[in-house]
């Protein structure tokens, strides 16, 4: 594998992975499920076999995961204990570093949208609560009516106190310069204490990409999540191994023995190799390269 600072020039043969979120197997709704990562991973493979960059590929993508109502992540996030939504965002481009997040934000359709103004305005990567809003405001983001973001399926849950694992969304994806980029968002945990804040939003925990290794989006137990720095460990491990499958597999050890949770996580590579791993019973993912003219739903 090429060291850090040697990564070649070359075109790369562009990627993307998408992911729904780790966490029970539904008794029904799968065709949901793969519709949801269909699409999205349509979206941002649209991006880049048009030749666009990275970054705009999964934040076209996890926009489309945020507006279908049946994933954890903008429309449809669940609720917090007060029954309010607040949600958590991440993005990242792996040439610079570069990244931006918003935490516990209400009143946003696409939280991923406004964390990719975090990263475009350069100036903090991190906006919280009624700070993000009003970034936000000055952006020319328009915030929503919040009860646009409640479904009845999220209404029912929560009036009958079920508990959920934590579901998120994400995508990562390399383009045709080599530049490699990932992006994470989530309602959080159900029944959460608001303003909680999870590993979706912390740089290196729920999300990381560095072009000369690779990318990562992590799902599941956040809290787990963050105290083993999941997605940047991960990328340790891809560094070491050059093997996206090792790298992913090794990353669910680590959170089960040292992070006492579970979850899952996706990852390309600087080649565009393609890999995830999950210690729950289901994790929606699909992938596209032009090898395969049709999306990959391996579930």
């Known amino acids: ?139 020319g983001i328009v915030e929503c009516d919040p009860e646009a973001l409640v479904t009845d399926r999220q209404r029912r849950r929560h009036a009958a106190a079920l508990a959920q694992l934590p579901g998120t969304v994400g995508a990562v994806a390399l383009d045709r310069h080599g530049t490699v980029a990932a992006a994470t968002s989530t309602g959080g945990m159900s029944g959460k204490l608001p303003g909680r804040v999870g590993d979706s939003a912390v740089i290196g925990a729920g999300t990381y990409a560095d072009s000369s290794i690779g990318g990562v989006s992590c799902t599941g137990d956040g809290e787990a999540i963050m105290r083993v720095v999941l997605a940047r460990r991960t990328l340790e491990y891809l560094k070491d191994a050059d093997d996206p499958e090792y790298a992913a597999t090794v990353a669910m050890d680590l959170l089960r023995d040292e992070g006492r949770g579970t979850g899952g996580l996706i990852v390309i590579d600087w080649r565009g190799r393609i890999a995830w791993a999950h210690s729950t019973p289901l994790m929606p993912v699909a992938w596209r390269s032009p090898a395969h003219p049709e999306p990959v739903i391996p579930f």
């Open 1 to 139: 594998m090429a060291p850090a600072s040697g990564r070649s020039s070359s075109a790369r043969v562009p990627s993307i992975v998408v992911h729904g979120g780790a966490g029970a197997d539904p008794l029904e709704g799968r065709d949901e499920l793969r519709d949801g990562v269909r699409a999205a991973v349509d979206a941002g493979w649209h991006v880049l076999a048009s030749g666009g960059a990275a970054l705009d590929a999964i934040e076209r993508a996890v926009t489309v995961l945020e507006d279908h109502p049946r994933f954890n992540a903008g429309r449809g996030s669940v609720l917090t204990s007060a029954g309010t939504v607040e949600m958590d965002a991440s993005i990242m481009e792996g040439d610079r570093l570069e990244c931006g997040a918003v935490a516990a934000v209400p009143r946003i359709a696409n939280p991923i949208s406004l964390a990719r103004k975090v990263l475009d305005s350069r100036g903090h990567v991190l906006l919280v609560g009624e700070g993000a809003l009003a970034f936000a405001r000055r952006v």
